[in-house]
């Protein structure tokens, strides 16, 4: 009776056949089996079509007998690599091919599964032929299937191409960290912040003046806020009010709505805003969007101050501390001019979610520094707070 042999070429003596050279052909099955569980082999496959990974019948060398293979080649189109029907083995196998070609390891022929490495991705994979099916047998990625408890990540992961994909640090000590879920049908999926902290944040942070999108849309973040009061949202106060005035332009074309403010006088305006809850409760800025009634050059002194009311609390209380601003005349009437912005308005009262906060806008005439000689005509203002919520929810 003949010798016959494995899938993978080893050599199985039938009894009372090699005399005198069985110790030999024993070698060289040991040489097989050592060679099938650690050994290596860079492949040239073809540049297109199907390569065939060679059995070596009682003989070492069979590609297909290496537990590592390396596959090289410039490709010039999508490849595949092909296995015998019979062959049940597992492979480490690194695409080492270049150009943008899809590289497929599968059987010879039937319709069971198979692994592909997409166009661009030159990985190392894990596989295994299971040789389940004596017409259709499957290929398996045994890494999509890797189940991994708790891996620790020294630096990172990398993508298929061998860029960082993202990096990890460590933090001594450390007691939060973010966990992932997916979901059901219908639902999006979950990455939350857990751990043993309460109220813990989640933070995505940007790289310089990135900024954090969803999609292409700029994510809201709490932050610097604006609100415009135009002229004809201020209501003027019994006392020293100034004056609400139209200054036509040209016909036809944009008409102020405006704020005088005497030259030598203290004039007053007002207005009253319910803040928005996201609203920190601390100090706010402005900015005076003004015009000047003369051509003079000199400067305008604007001050802003606040108080905040809640629930039964009087109305009848004093503003805080004015913050004032200058402005110089810009020099030609009816052009629109802004002045810096100012510096940290303190809102007295003790502000809270929920208040009523009335605002007061005079120009200060009475200060030595203004000597504009002309009406300050204001626009409006353009009112700076700061938030430390998402919403107003």
Known sequence: MASTYTPLGIEKMATGENAGTWGTKTNVNLQIIEQISGGYISKALSTTGATTLSVSDGSTGAELAHRVINLTAS?????TVTIPLDVQDFYIIKNSTTNSYTVEFKYVSGSGSSVTWGADDKSTKIIYATANDGTNPDIIDAGSALSLTSPALVTGVNDVKGNELFKVTATASAINEFTIANAA????????????????????????????????????????ETMWIPATAFYLPTTNPADAASVETTAVRPELKVLDFDASTNQYAQFAIAMPKSWNLSTVTYQVFWSPSTTNTDTCIFALQGVSCSEGDTADVAFGTAVEVEDDGIGTVEDVQMSAVSGAVTINGTPADNDQTFFQLFRNAADGDDDFTGEARVLGIKLFYTTDAANDA
């Open 75 to 79: 490709l010039a189109g999508n490849v």
């Open 185 to 224: 049908s219908g639902n999006g999926p979950i990455i939350s912040t857990t751990g043993g902290g309460t109220n813990i944040d989640l933070n995505l942070n940007p790289k310089g003046s990135g900024t954090l999108k969803s999609g292409t849309a700029a994510v809201k973040i709490a932050g610097t």
